[in-house]
């Protein structure tokens, strides 16, 4: 299933002898994609250079919109183990899917006074962009840290012989303590191993004392043995150890250890489960809040975008075309063939009546002034926006 593309389109309806949404839907060819009213409030529109100012904000706080909402799709898949189905499930906007959000968008007038200065109105939507993205990598580093101690923990139990917990598999009765000349080495050895390690140890360095390797435990890879040397040679021993590929392994008995150690497995097993819940629960409530944040970002910049390309007295229609990524090409192909000669002498027409980009100069200066496609870095004759939901 080809993943949905959104398109918001605005046109002045001077150029329109009839239905401007009905026009603009043939235009774009019920083939191509479906054409929907996106309501627009009467915002206050302030000065000429604050316009530009507010511009070029938008352009910004929309990017960050997008990394954002990607930020949070990537948190929930990476939570749900890579699963794209139940990830999707996840990402409702106001418990509804999202396409049903911004097929029936109205902006939200108790949030955001359509009545404020267009300055506020993005600094309020830029904070709480900001609050919901530490929110979300908090909550979501919090789990991952969780997490990873479950995993070593696991791995301590799970394991073989070269990484798992010895508590619950060392006889404390083997191990010389207490002694004043005496120490009990754990020596893991690869299993191929075995027969080279019980001829050899006992002449790896002066005062092992004979005989003395026990084997504790095996598994497919590795055996474990104990052996006793005098505390002075401890350290030459457990050198030549090493230099053998055999692994000595830190242990020292502690009464209630293995309880210990399953009551700190449970406990974090629990803690996981109950972050891993928080986690999802904000992930959920994350997508919503940033969608909804970004929808209200680009009604802002149509809004200003309308206004520093058409002027007053400001008379537009808004569309949301919803298509596929595919078939935007073909959208945005039909809008440039019907409404080009909106952008003036940054377009011209050849002898066919084909659209030409006659004028570079002129193209490169309004894109440089914020005027068109700011994402693509093209200027487009009309106010054209893609969404690009993760």
Known sequence: MSPTQYILVSLPLRIFDDDPLTSLAATVGKDNGETLPFSIPSFKIGTLDSLVQHADDLTKLNAQCEAA????????????????????????????????????????KVRYRADRPLG??????????????????????????VKGTLATLQR???????????????????????????????IVVPANARKDFLRSYETLAPMVVPRSSVQVAQDDEFALFAVTTFKKTSAEFLQKCREQKWTPRQYKYVEGGREEEERELARVTKEERKVWGEALRLGRTGWSEAVMIWAHV???????????????????????????????????????????????????????????????????????AGLGDAEGGEYTAYVYYEIDLP
């Open 69 to 108: 909402a990607a930020k949070v799709s990537d948190s929930l898949r990476g939570i749900l183990d890579g699963d794209e189905d139940k990830a999707a499930q996840q990402k409702l906007v106001n418990d509804k899917p999202t396409d049903h959000y911004l097929r029936t968008f109205q902006w939200n």
């Open 156 to 186: 301590k139990q799970t394991g073989n012989l070269s990484t798992k917990s010895l508590t619950p598999i060392v006889d404390p009765n083997l191990l010389v303590q207490d002694s004043e000349y005496l120490e009990t080495h754990l």
């Open 120 to 145: 506020e109105l993005i600094d309020t939507l830029k904070k709480e962009l900001q609050n919901l993205d530490n929110d979300v990598k908090a909550k979501f580093s919090q789990y991952n840290g």
């Open 298 to 368: 680009m009604t802002l910049r149509v809004f200003v975008e309308t206004v520093l390309r058409y002027g007053l007295p400001l008379e537009f229609v808004c569309a949301l075309v919803r298509t596929t990524p595919k078939q935007a090409r073909k959208v945005k192909t039909a809008l440039d063939s019907a409404y080009s000669y909106l952008g003036g002498n940054a377009f011209g027409r050849d002898k066919k009546g084909r659209v030409t980009k006659d004028d570079a100069a002129i193209t490169s200066e309004m894109a440089a």
